[in-house]
């Protein structure tokens, strides 16, 4: 009550802090008539005079009036677009690094050029990034105009670009690109050889386009790389056997989760199965020895009893191919991870691919909590506002519109089931249709548009349905989506991004039907008649009552609902949205309340009947807050698990960089010796124990494994007060005398060139292994909670265990590959180091296996072959005569050198 008194006297909190912004928007006002007096070369002179300012000693901050005045000005010279105050307010929301919710239509593209020219003064560079390829392209192109007015470069990355053309829009002062193609980049440089060869230059600022579906629709599902493992096709098709064998007592079955797990029964029931089929060692399916059959097991189980041919997937040309659940389309060349494909490869009898095993990994929470400075920008986010501040310490402002929203939100409407529902929808649109009002359709699922569709042929509504199929194409479908009469059906926010203006987006009819006549009196006369008759259709479409949205169900999150609603209203315009509902709806079915359910049904509601009350949209709310508090713990427990390997990631990349710069690695490699001879040493003579308990035949046969020498270490043990510490010491000494008379065979180049190249082929190995461990105990830490312990903590436990493990092999691995190798500088040259292939790049749900990639085009489908690169052995830079054997050659100095050591040849023969 005094909260809701206190709001009404004083405003809320976002209320308030939306007019402390406004003092600074009042400053930028006032420079406006000094921009507009400028003329061109004034204006654009402007960015070195802010540069300078910033080199001596000034702050962004103390720029920021003049340098969104500046903007402004721009934009209105180049795109013939002003900037409104509530964007200026927007604009310092995003410097300041917090998240912009503004509706939609308030014009959020060109409000993040006011912060990204601000911020890329600096010039240590601005990422803009958006859901779609499409996006980032069109957003790019639109904006470049005023950053390059103002002399900014402006770059875009999207798939199928080579690694050249990346680094060159990284190096851009503003770069536009997609989520996973920044994630999937930042992997791939923390697996290459050479920093020039790396695409990313250091962290800066970030501004997240549609910020709640990258960083909370997508933050469950960690973008992954990886390669194929051996083949076992064999123990796919055994289990998919015996699993086949299952009863519907010996499992339950989770819809909410979509997840499936063993009964008492059914454990007893598999243990039974697999013995007799050779798969079960011992007499316990939980024992760790048979921790890869459970897996199997879960993963048919799975694949067998919650996976449908034709809607999960389909089989075409003897494989299994995903079908994308939101938009209907074939997702070619992506495959579920963690065995889950191979499980259903089993289940259709098709070809087994082998497995791919992770080869690095991250999640979008990591990822993007790297920038030192994140601001997001959306038309839905405040209820998500308490995970925005949680996970990425991002504040939610509220960004009031340009004018007030005229909108018309009406209750919703309920029906007994999904016949009555959609038969009431179709005569709804066809009355909408009538009177020349547009209707934009919202469903989850293709399968609802399709079945809504041939309700409207049953109507004879012309009308047109989109499934996010081709973002382009659909873009200019759902741009004029506001004409007169026009019915639309999008799946799953086909088109996201592009505003729907009511009679119609001129630009787009522009480009789409004079776009190819040549410039001339008859192209100005066509433009012309266009823009006449989009004013004279709007004029139509608000006597109408603008657009109408209509919602087929309620999404489980209340964000996607207020997106579609929020495209209606734009810019103060007339509108109308209603949410059509019925007792079939996955959201009622799954998550609402059983009372929900009675009550309803004891109403009896006839055939065709509807009621709408606000307990009922109260109890819709509640159950989805349900499922997103649900979401946000299945996010929070992905967080957690990968927090463990990102401070472990952080780590080996760091000492990646470290020893890519180093100019040499000498101290490091003798470090790796000293403790690996300390461990051998400690394993044969533990600390406390008697001379007579000592390994001594142990420790020499490790001693030439590792470090090959052959050493009389049995005739030490004869010496009197002999002691561990001189094992370490002789060894020590002989294991440096022998990596000294190695490196005496060669230059110091070549020699600090193969020790770079032992120690990074190591690390990514181990690196690699460790993974893959970390994999497996994710899978059966979960198990632990049956002793009464919690699983996260366990993890964290034996992940570190582990990490100490993989440090340790490491050490040891390089020790042994430097001690073991030989030199034969006389031998054919070996291949050069090649670069890094196309690997598969997924984006894989953990939880339901689904494919989270906003778009198709997301990664690369190469696959990376299963074995290290070669050691590279550099050839001494001169011939027996003491010259250079390609001087005079007509070489570029960044092309490989032609002696096959695999570094460019300005680094090798052509040293200055």
């Not at 973008?223 to 796919?236: V, W």
Request: hydrophobic share 40%.
């Amino acid at each position: 009550m005094f909260s809701g008194l206190a709001k009404s006297l004083f405003g809320s909190s976002n209320d308030r802090y939306v007019k402390s912004i406004r003092k600074i928007v009042e400053k930028i006002n006032a420079l406006e008539p000094d921009m507009e007096a400028m003329d061109d070369a004034a204006l654009q002179a402007q960015t070195v005079k802010f540069r300078e300012r910033l080199a001596g000693g000034e702050t962004l901050d103390d720029l920021l009036p003049e340098a969104f005045a500046t903007v402004r000005e721009a934009a209105r010279r180049t795109l013939g677009m002003r900037h409104f105050d509530v964007q200026m307010i927007g604009g310092v929301v995003l410097h300041r690094g917090e998240i912009a919710e503004m509706a939609t239509g308030e014009g959020k593209t060109l409000m993040a050029t006011l912060p990204c020219y601000l911020n890329a003064l600096e010039g240590k560079g601005v990422h803009v990034v958006t859901v779609n390829d499409y996006l980032a392209r069109r957003d790019a192109e639109w904006m470049s105009e005023v950053y390059g007015f103002l002399g900014l470069t402006t770059g875009i990355i999207v798939p199928n670009l080579d690694e050249t053309q990346r680094r060159a829009a990284y190096n851009c002062d503003i770069t536009y690109a997609t989520n996973n193609e920044l994630g999937f980049d930042y992997l791939r440089d923390n697996m290459k050889f050479d920093r020039a060869q790396m695409v990313h230059r250091p962290f800066n600022f970030g501004i997240v386009d549609e910020v709640d579906s990258i960083l909370i629709d997508e933050a469950r599902t960690p973008l992954i790389i990886s390669g194929p493992t051996d083949d076992k096709s064999d123990m796919y098709v055994r289990v998919n056997e015996v699993v086949l064998k299952l009863g519907d007592e010996d499992f339950e079955k989770d819809e909410k989760s979509k997840s499936i797990s063993l009964t008492e029964e059914g454990t007893e029931h598999v243990e039974q199965l697999l013995a007799e089929a050779g798969l079960l060692q011992g007499d316990n399916l939980y024992d760790i020895e048979n921790t890869q059959v459970v897996h199997h097991v879960n993963q048919a189980l799975k694949a067998i009893q919650m996976f449908r041919r034709d809607t999960d997937y389909i089989v075409k040309d003897d494989k299994v191919v995903i079908i994308d659940e939101f938009t209907g389309r074939m997702m070619d060349g992506r495959r579920w991870s963690d065995g889950l494909h191979q499980a259903v490869e089993a289940k259709e009898g098709v070809k087994i691919e082998p497995e791919n095993q992770t080869l690095a990994s991250i999640t979008f929470q990591n990822y993007f909590r790297m920038y030192p400075k994140l601001s997001g920008m959306t038309g839905t986010a405040a209820t998500e506002a308490a995970e925005f501040f949680d996970i990425y310490k991002m504040n939610v402002v509220t960004i009031p519109t340009n004018r007030p929203i005229a909108r018309i939100d009406e209750e919703d409407e309920f029906y007994k089931n999904i016949t009555d529902k959609f038969g009431a929808i179709a005569r709804t649109i066809r009355e909408a249709n009538e009177r020349g009002q547009p209707v934009l359709v919202g469903t989850v699922s293709i399968e609802k548009s399709e079945l809504l569709s041939s309700f409207l042929e049953k109507e004879g509504v012309k009308h047109s349905v989109l499934n996010a199929r081709f973002h382009e194409s659909e873009a200019h479908i759902v741009a004029q989506a506001g004409r007169l009469g026009a019915v639309t059906i999008a799946t799953n926010m086909a088109g996201r991004g592009t505003d729907i203006k009511l009679g119609g987006n001129e630009e787009f009819r522009i480009e789409d039907e004079v776009g190819d006549m040549p410039e001339g009196p008859e192209r100005e006369a066509a433009t012309a008649r266009i823009r006449e008759e989009v004013a004279a259709e709007r004029e139509a479409v608000k006597a109408a009552g603008g657009l109408f949205v209509l919602a087929t169900e309620r999404h489980e999150s209340r964000r996607i609902d207020n997106q579609l609603r929020g495209r209606s209203g734009r810019q103060g315009d007339p509108g109308l949205s209603k949410f059509y509902l019925c007792l079939d709806d996955d959201l009622l079915r799954i998550f609402g309340p059983e009372t929900l359910f009675s009550k309803m049904m004891n109403k009896s509601l006839d055939d065709g009947e509807a009621i709408g009350s606000k307990w009922l949209s109260k109890a819709i709310e509640t159950a989805q807050k349900k499922v997103e508090a649900r979401n946000y713990d299945i996010r929070k427990q992905v967080v957690e698990y990968d927090n463990v390997m990102n401070d472990q990631r952080k780590v080996i990349y760091e000492q990646r960089g470290e020893i890519i710069d180093s100019e040499t690695v000498d101290e490091v490699m003798h470090a790796m010796r000293v403790e690996t001879v300390n461990a051998l040493v400690a394993d044969a003579c533990p600390p406390g124990s008697y001379p007579e308990q000592w390994n001594i035949a142990g420790l020499k046969e490790r001693v030439a494994e590792v470090l090959d020498l052959e050493l009389p270490i049995d005739e030490w043990m004869q010496e009197d007060a002999i002691e561990p510490e001189l094992f370490e010491s002789r060894i020590q000494q002989a294991a440096d005398a022998l990596a000294a008379e190695k490196e005496q065979q060669v230059d110091p180049e070549t020699w600090r060139s193969i020790q770079k190249s032992v120690l990074l082929q190591t690390l990514d190995h181990q690196w690699k292994e460790h993974l893959a461990t970390l994999d497996a105990l994710r899978q059966v830490v979960f198990l632990r909670a049956y002793a009464q312990k919690q699983p996260i903590n366990e993890y964290k436990q034996e992940a570190f265990t582990l990490f100490e493990r993989m440090l340790t092999n490491i050490r040891e691995d390089v020790t042994r590959t430097v001690a073991r190798m030989e030199l034969r500088l006389a031998d054919p040259e070996p291949m050069p180091l090649p670069d890094l292939p196309d690997f598969l790049t997924t984006h894989i749900d953990p939880f339901t296996g689904e494919d989270n990639s906003a778009d198709i085009d997301a990664g690369t489908r190469g696959v990376i072959a299963n074995t290290l690169p070669p050691m590279q052995v550099p050839r001494s830079k001169t011939n027996a005569e003491g010259e250079n054997p390609y001087a005079g050659m007509d070489i570029s100095r960044n092309a490989p050198c032609p002696c096959g050591s695999g570094r460019k040849y300005k680094h090798c023969h052509g040293a200055l």
